[in-house]
């Protein structure tokens, strides 16, 4: 991840605090300047607008959780399983929103329809990068985009459902852990993957198929 000059960090500071009290097309510029103590001029410097801003921090976020992932990977995944790597990778994702709930609840915010397109938007990317590197090359009748779309749009709208049923996070992380192993077995993934997917503590669970035999 880049690194930030302390005129950076107190405006991405000033940015998280409004967007926790309101809707982000209600957020200006002069009102991040006012809290961060720094001019337009200066913010100028940094970013053309409010919308580089909102770019470049989606980008860290995702690129922070791209990185524990490969981590992850290195860790658990030797063998580079499709369906284990989607499971590490998404981790990652759980484990950064859990360091900071907080930004996880202001992101989950479904009323702020521009926020949630653009968080749509780089979760997108951030997973056709998995299926670029863990399905395209396994001959999948499905395209790049057709999957990552299926398993984004999915996933997404399942997370957000279950915040609004009140469900925990670690919960929502359990599920969604299921959701991955059942979409593994489908076949959706790779002709390749078996489907077997490793938790953190080391044990290996299949799927339900092959449980039932």
Known sequence: MR????VQDRIRDAFFQALSE???EQITVTELCRTARISRVTFYSYYPD????????????LQEVMDSGDALQARNNPSNDTAQAYWNYF?????RFEKDRSWWETIAKTSDRSL???FYKYLL?????????????EGSRFTVRQAASFICTGLLSFLYTSRQEGMPLEQRRKDVHELLRCL?????FDSRGSGHVQYES???KAPDHEMEK
């Not at 981790?91 to 484990?95: E, Q, R, V």
């Not at 997973?127 to 090359?137: D, F, G, H, N």
């Open 3 to 6: 690194t930030h000059s302390t």
């Open 116 to 118: 949630c397109a653009a």
């Open 50 to 61: 409010k919308e580089s801003l909102l770019d470049e921090v989606l980008r860290d976020l």
């Open 91 to 95: 981790d990652a994702f759980f484990g």
């Open 125 to 137: 990317e951030y997973t056709e990068k998995l299926t670029v590197r863990y399905m395209a090359a």
């Open 202 to 204: 080391g044990e290996t």
């Open 184 to 188: 593994a077995s489908s076949g959706l």
């Open 22 to 24: 309101k809707k982000y």
